[in-house]
């Protein structure tokens, strides 16, 4: 076994699914690499030994020595994917890695994405701050990393399927819960990939593709859509499929994005005043001081001077709206309207990637793990459910 | 300097229980020790037998059961509030979770097993508080080949009214609803898993109705206190009054018997879930 592959952030979905593929294969030596215990458990259970790195602490990755290829499925705060990355990216050049795969995403092309990221040449603008910016940042640096010579491949999965996806899991959640709706009787297209199709194109990836760092979309190469994931999904989530909402273009939109908050001094100033801010400042002996001295000053001008000083900065207080209708999670719902089918075709040309398992195969696959870790299939089944 | 200290709170890997409580209980030192209580039958019975002969307090720290909640539904069910018990499920799963920096966590030897010692032991402990030693378990769990991540156990107790079957399931690969739910010949009582959990019932006349259940005056656990506090207090007036603490080393050693024996029937279920791969 000549080839010894790390596998960074190898206690996440995509991570465990590449080493257990990788493994399976037993052509490889595997170095899987996890941040904390915590998420490390499906790989544990195999006996599949783990060793710990901290991406911010360069000595803890001298376990990249000697590896020839190195797979970065790692995540987290967005301060810390950058500079993560940057010392992961240092480490593979100085250690004369041979091959670097990046999993990136197709959200660095925005959300909606343009319609020309039907390719990935389509211009990448994500929302400054969003995910996808973070990720777009990350795949700036390994194309500077490239260009100064690591072979470096970028994949781009979409909303990722299979056993164990949280994807659809949420998407159970939120079906059970009243807060998913169809838009268009769910006839847009849903960008999927089954987690086990990734971990096929991630070892394609160490051999095949671009070497400058290019990005490839990877996804389940059919025409599947909303209605088709919903549809596998309701009857696990116990719902009939005429019961689930439906919402219109036009009534997302006006919900989703939510509007722009504009800059203005009375709006810092409401926020400067507001009770979470003052609690945070009044931690301070100083400020805390200043706070007590100025609530001091202002009750001394009686509670209708500091009603209407509340009410100028606040308007009149409003009872809280409460509706009986599930609260519907318009981020997902508006999933609906991105209206991009990204193309897996350069994934066929440059690494020669097939999709192992078909959107059926793989739906079926989510629906046997979802029953048996739900325990749908036990004899106590009817107790559990009451707990939903 | 243990001949210095009244008493020591052990909580360190669970595999480390044993040696350092022995140690503590031989230098005549009061010891609570986090659960499990150990991870082997034996050590845990050196540990209530050298407590009794030195005399010193001996507690397990099973904080879930200073929850007001838990001793109020075992009231409940003594006082057969709720009639005869037929069956009952108790689950608790998420996603990763609890991450110790020496990741101990993960292997099997330091922590006794998997995640029905991580998790499980909880609900095993108060189980064993509600309806006593179980006549027949089984395991069903997938550590193929390290510790578990997915466990599921079968009870049945026997009764002198009957039979009571019961099921405890957990995960740390995936969130699961969490809770305790009886079976009982007034109809179905729910408690989730959490400190001020209410005891619901869902009464067979009419199953679309919840009747919240709430003790009448003081409980017997401030709910405003943390379960750890009260666990502390318990411990030290235990050791103040040479009494019993509530959770003593008698019923730590019962909840690894309990795990000793689960794992020593476990079956391995290692299935896949593409169906072009061959089932394990």
């Known amino acids: 076994m000549s080839r010894r592959i790390a596998i960074v952030g190898a206690s996440g979905l995509v991570g465990t699914a590449v080493v257990e593929r990788l493994l399976s294969e037993g052509r490889y030596e595997v170095v899987p690499l996890i941040h904390t215990s915590g998420n490390a458990w499906r790989l544990t259970s195999q006996g599949i030994p783990l060793k710990q790195i901290d991406l911010l602490d360069k000595s803890t990755l001298g376990v990249l020595g000697g590896c020839t290829h190195v797979v970065n499925c790692s995540r987290g705060e967005d301060d810390f994917m950058i500079p993560g990355l940057r010392n992961l990216l240092e480490v593979a050049q100085a250690g004369k890695v041979k091959r670097f795969v990046h999993l990136s995403s197709v959200a660095v092309y925005g959300d909606p994405p343009p319609p020309l990221s039907v390719t990935e040449d389509a211009p990448a603008e994500p929302a400054k701050g969003s995910y996808g910016w973070v990720k777009l940042q990350q795949d700036t640096m390994v194309a500077k990393a490239a260009k100064e010579g690591l072979s470096a491949i970028t994949l781009c999965p979409p909303n990722i399927g299979g056993p164990s996806s949280y994807f659809f899991t949420q998407l159970i959640t939120l079906l059970r819960a009243g807060g998913f709706a169809l838009v268009e009787d769910g006839a847009t297209c849903c960008n999927i990939v089954d987690v086990a199709n990734l971990a096929a194109a991630v070892e394609l990836a160490l051999d095949h593709g671009p070497d400058d760092g290019g990005r490839v979309f990877v996804t389940d190469q059919v025409d599947v859509t909303w209605r088709d994931v919903i549809r596998g999904l309701a009857p696990l989530a116990g719902v009939e499929w005429d019961d689930i909402p439906e919402i219109t273009r036009k009534e997302l939109a006006q919900v989703w994005p939510p509007p722009k908050e504009h800059m203005s001094v009375t709006r810092t100033v409401k926020h400067l005043l507001s009770s979470d801010v003052r609690r945070v400042l009044r931690k301070d002996p100083l400020l805390g001081r200043v706070d007590q001295t100025l609530r001091a000053a202002m009750a001394r001008f009686g509670s209708a001077a500091e009603s209407r000083v509340r009410k100028s900065l606040y308007g009149s207080l409003r009872p809280p709206q409460v509706s009986a209708e599930p609260e519907l999670n318009y981020q997902i719902c508006a999933q609906q309207l991105r209206g991009v089918r990204h193309s897996s075709a350069r994934a066929t040309q440059t690494i020669g990637y097939r999709p192992p398992y078909s959107f059926q195969e793989s739906m079926a696959a989510f629906t046997a793990w979802y029953r048996w870790h739900q325990g749908f299939d036990s004899p106590f089944a009817d107790m559990t459910r009451e707990l939903y | ?280």
């Not at chain 2, 031989?26 to 082997?40: D, F, Q």
């Not at chain 2, 943390?226 to 103040?240: G, I, K, N, W």
């Open chain 2, 1 to 280: 300097m243990l001949p210095f200290i009244d008493g020591a709170l052990i909580a360190a890997p669970n595999d480390s229980h044993g040696s350092l409580g022995l140690h503590c209980i031989r230098a005549g030192v009061a010891t609570l020790i986090e659960k499990p209580l150990c991870t082997t039958l034996a050590d845990a019975e050196s540990l209530v037998a050298e407590a009794h002969k030195a005399g010193v307090t001996l507690a397990t720290g099973y904080s879930t059961r200073f929850r007001d909640n838990t001793v109020f539904l075992k009231e409940l069910l003594d006082t057969r509030e709720f009639g005869t018990v037929h069956r009952f499920a108790h689950q608790f799963g998420s996603a990763g979770g609890w991450a110790p920096l020496s990741a101990y966590n993960l292997q099997r030897k330091a922590t006794g097993g998997g995640v029905l010692v991580v998790t499980g032991t909880h609900f095993l402990d108060r189980m064993l508080y509600l309806w006593g030693y179980p006549d027949q378990s089984t395991l069903v769990d997938d550590g193929v080949n390290g510790p578990e991540a997915n466990a599921t156990a079968t009870f049945r107790f026997d009764r002198g009214d009957g039979q009571i079957a019961g099921v405890a399931r957990y995960s740390k690969t995936g969130s699961l609803p969490s809770g305790l739910v009886i079976d009982t010949e007034a109809g179905i009582v729910k408690m989730g898993d959490s400190d001020e959990a209410p005891v619901i019932l869902f009464p067979r006349s009419n199953p679309n109705v919840a009747v919240t259940i709430r003790r009448r005056g003081k409980p017997r656990f401030d709910p405003r206190i943390s379960p750890f506090q009260h666990q502390l207090e318990d411990f030290v007036s235990a050791t103040r009054d040479k009494r019993d603490p509530m959770v003593d080393g008698k019923q730590g050693a019962a909840s690894i018997r309990l795990l000793e024996e689960l794992y020593s029937h476990r079956h391995v279920d290692a299935r896949r879930w593409y169906r072009t791969e061959s089932a394990a």
